[in-house]
């Protein structure tokens, strides 16, 4: 089979780590993989891609001076979108993210090929602005089929797109280099509580920062790395400089390899204010971690099953994260029952499990297939 994958750019953020992780599988078992991304090749894939994965990056992002030529760029983007698809001969195709989704769609109208748009967020909360909304309700019916994180963001739109909906949760898989489970990693006598994500509003890190900042006095020999990078950065050290805890929270920026400070903690938060399905979260538990997280309206709730190898508090609320974090710091036994459980995400969640998911997506949209249900409507 050969998979076309479009995407905007080959960046650090969740969905394009998901992404990586689905090409390099699809590669690995003898698929023909294409990744076309929107921007250039200035900066090389931020996650490793199988040797097997074709890159083509098109560089027709930009922005334009004025809504004629805006619509002028979007009309030769599609253009050259169109002829890039073509080009790969894709038995299906696709898209990640709202945008990217919506430019795939019009550029891929007419050519007979079926083509997924993969949603990576909360819709509810990542809104998206005229006329992006309303070509989303316009083109997503016409779809092979829309695929979402969560019943929850499926239930986000009409009845004419939920008829194309399937939810596919992300893949897990165990980081590079970390091994299952995380046997004597109590035994330190430093502590180390750790969260990643890009600095954005959306990951509530200046939430973590107060609710750590109400922790710290009682827990002295505990320390806070927020792994990631973004245009909060300067705000968030302001933040904990006021905070006075300076010497107790670090921002090392963006990792290639979140196993190495996973491997190097004892408790992974997650504070974001909304969620997809966070694969940080995903790949901390896969490794044995214990974890706190915010219970967003989508995201967390699906992946945590609260007390057993997770905690789950009210979203956004200061005070119950950090009861939460203090209950968890103070308390290796129950570090290690949550984190013992913690595992069983790659059972629920596993690689192989989510993408005999897709396949069989692939399966029905394949024009065998097609024609087998054509004739069964028929008679």
């Known amino acids: ?60 992002t930009g922005a334009s001076p004025n809504p004629i030529a805006a619509l002028a760029g979007n009309l030769r983007r599609l253009a050259h979108l169109r002829r890039a698809v073509a080009a790969s001969r894709p038995d299906v195709v696709i898209s990640f993210m709202d945008h990217t989704n919506i430019l795939t769609l019009l550029a891929v109208a007419g050519m007979r090929l079926p083509a997924i748009v993969a949603v990576h967020n909360d819709p ?31 239930g986000y739109f009409s009845a004419r797109v939920r008829r194309r909906g399937l939810v596919i949760p992300n893949p897990v898989v165990l980081p590079a280099g970390m091994a299952l489970g995380r046997a004597g990693a109590g035994e330190r006598a430093e502590r180390r509580l750790i969260a990643m994500g890009r600095l954005v509003h959306l990951k509530g890190f200046d939430l973590l920062l107060r609710a750590f900042a109400q922790a710290a006095p009682r827990y002295p020999d505990w320390s806070l790395d927020i792994w990631g990078d973004g245009p909060l950065r300067g705000e968030l050290e302001a933040l904990r400089d006021q905070l006075g805890l300076v010497d ?79 209950g968890l710091m103070g308390d290796l036994e129950a570090r290690r029952r949550i984190g013992q459980r913690a595992p069983e995400v790659l059972e629920r969640f596993g690689i192989d499990r989510v993408m005999a998911i897709w396949e069989q997506l692939f399966q029905e949209l394949s024009p065998y297939h097609r024609h087998l249900a054509n004739r069964a409507h028929l008679e």
């Open 248 to 326: 107790r929270v670090r921002l090392p920026g963006t990792t290639r390899r979140p196993s190495e400070p996973m491997q190097q903690a004892d408790l992974f938060v997650l504070s974001s204010r909304h969620e997809g399905f966070p694969i940080a979260l995903c790949e901390a538990m896969a490794c044995g971690l214990p974890v706190v997280a915010f219970d967003c309206p989508s995201g967390p709730r699906e992946i945590v099953r609260d007390g057993v190898d997770g905690v789950l508090v009210p979203p956004e609320d200061i005070d119950a994260l950090s009861t939460a974090l203090c």
């Open 1 to 60: 089979m050969r998979i076309t994958l479009v995407i905007y750019s080959l960046g650090a953020g969740g969905a394009e780590r998901v992404m990586s992780v689905m090409a390099n599988y699809w590669a690995e078992h003898g698929q023909s993989v294409t990744l076309l991304t929107l921007d250039s090749a200035s900066e090389p894939p931020f996650f490793d891609l199988h040797p097997a994965v074709v890159r083509r990056p098109l560089g027709i």
């Open 124 to 154: 509810h909360q990542s809104r998206l602005g005229m006329p992006w909304a309303w070509l989303r309700e316009q083109l997503y019916p016409h779809a092979s089929a829309v695929v979402t994180l969560s019943e929850t963001a499926l």
